[in-house]
């Protein structure tokens, strides 16, 4: 039997008849931009979100530029954000005409490392973007008191984390501005591109609408120059229709994860790391795992509520990930590198890197993650296949 690190078709056509049915309605509506089905859409979300405001998008990536753009961030300006991400967190940086500047990650819960961010405060920051990576809350304590003290937005890139806790708040909302992802391997995944935007500012959901929309209001009056970042309304009504779900979703993945904790640390050689609240902001240097240790399991920390974009392992050892990898691989079993260059190596920020300047963890987080299937519908099974191949390759 085959796993495959993602099965779209079994959730979206556990709801055919009612997706059917949203398609039907917004065709038979004649309006295809904008309008009741984005707004009522939007209204759910924000409801969900426990969020003031939230604006649909046209993807994550372009709700990380309609952020930067309402903040009015721009040339001469730097962000700082973490180095171990999904390239859009930096790219829309740069795209706003910024300098993004990259932070090293913890080992351990693969986010900002907050006190390597901190060094690299300089007049010039003008906002932080931490990233909620694989569905875990970044340290939001750290990240807030850090740009309070200087007056700073906070840009939360939550675009594989939507509805996960910290500390019991939603992510999102406790920035700025908060950014969801509805790519089709995100938790909410839509039919194509679309995203969301998020902030309890009244001020600044006003400017972001405007800018969503050309920078025009009332239209053919353009205060601002914005662009097209439009949600459609067929995925509005498509997503109206999976957002009720998301919750039993989310358990799934839940469920899934922790079915996977158990079985893989009962293999020899394999650990999870027990993170203490502190561990996050001091995770430089070595490891506080075993040192016979092969493979390092994701470990939540207890203050979080984990959603599980992303099931992500360490493989310890040169060229290890690569051989876990190909092993998973002759088995029919799905896995990808989240993500194989960490940003400050990426040819196109080059210039943005100053000379010499050194992540470590970033790069080491490049050369050992793993991310093995986690999605809602896997099957038992289907998870046991994977437990006895990795139990196979620790063993060999
Ligand atoms: C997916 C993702 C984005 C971009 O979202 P799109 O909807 O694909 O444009 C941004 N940041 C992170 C961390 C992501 O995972």
């Known amino acids: 039997m085959s796993v495959p690190l993602l099965d779209l078709n079994r959730q ?9 049915g949203a398609f039907e309605r917004v065709l038979h509506s004649g309006q295809f931009i904008l309008g009741p089905e984005v707004q009522g859409f939007e209204e759910k979300v924000a409801a969900f979100c426990g969020v003031r405001h939230a604006i649909g998008v046209s993807s994550g990536t372009d709700g990380i530029l309609l952020a930067l753009m309402s903040l009015g961030i721009g040339v001469g300006d730097e962000v700082i954000c973490p180095s171990f991400t999904f390239f859009a967190t930096a790219g829309c940086i740069a795209r706003a005409g910024a300098v993004p500047v990259f932070a090293d990650s913890c080992l351990y819960c693969f986010n900002m490392d907050v006190e390597d961010a901190k060094r690299r405060l300089t007049p010039r920051t003008k906002a932080i973007m931490p990233v909620h990576l694989f569905g875990q809350a970044a340290e939001m304590d750290a990240v807030m008191s850090m740009a309070e003290r200087r007056a700073l937005p906070v840009i939360e890139d939550a675009a594989q984390s939507m509805a996960a806790l910290y500390k019991g708040r939603q992510v999102g909302g406790i920035g700025t501005f908060g ?15 679309g995203g969301i935007v998020v902030t309890n500012d009244d001020d600044l959901a006003a400017r972001a609408r405007m800018l969503r929309a050309h920078g025009a209001k009332p239209k053919y009056f353009h205060k601002f120059v914005g662009g097209n970042f439009r949600l459609d309304p067929l995925q509005a009504a498509l997503l109206s229709v999976k957002l009720p779900h998301y919750e039993e979703y ?3 993945r839940r469920a899934n994860a922790s079915y996977y904790s158990q079985r893989l640390a009962r293999i020899p050689g394999v650990t999870a ?4 609240e502190s561990r996050c902001l001091r995770s430089k240097g070595g490891d506080a795992i075993p040192a016979d240790a092969r493979i390092v399991l994701p470990s939540p920390y207890a203050h979080n509520t984990h959603i599980w974009n992303q099931y992500t392992l360490r493989v310890l050892g040169k060229g290890k990930r690569d051989e876990l990898r190909a092993l998973l691989t002759a088995k029919k079993i799905g896995s990808e590198v989240y993500y194989p260059v960490p940003m400050h190596r990426q040819e196109c920020f080059a210039r943005y890197v100053p000379e010499g300047s050194s992540l470590p963890n970033a790069e080491r987080l490049s050369n050992e993650c793993l991310s093995i299937p986690i999605f809602p519908e896997l099957e038992r099974s289907q998870q046991d296949e994977v437990v006895a191949a990795i139990a196979e390759f620790v063993q060999a």
């Open 12 to 20: 979206n056509l556990a709801l055919e008849g009612e997706l059917r």
């Open 179 to 193: 950014i969801f992802s509805l790519f089709p391997s995100k938790n909410l995944g839509g039919f194509g591109d």
């Open 250 to 252: 989310t358990a799934r």
């Open 273 to 276: 790391a027990s993170l203490s």
